[in-house]
């Protein structure tokens, strides 16, 4: 094991690995951050969301709510 460290071969092999090493950590870490920022936007688009349903006012008459929903292209 000591002669496979200490020969070319094995330093050539030992700074393949590392720098593979190096290359898959930094992807990871991407990948990482990459998740964190997609789920940050998709929290502020439900919060978008959100805001947008509680602003809609609450209709008790049924002609009224028919009538917003016609506006808004939302009656099937």
Known sequence: MLSLLTSKLGR???GL???MGIL???FLYGKQTQKQ???VKDLEGYKDTREKIDAVEINTD???ALDRLRDNNQLR
């Open 62 to 64: 049924r002609d009224d």
């Open 24 to 26: 898959v950590g930094v």
């Open 17 to 19: 690995l590392a720098g």
């Open 12 to 14: 050539m092999l030992s």
């Open 37 to 39: 920022k997609q789920k």
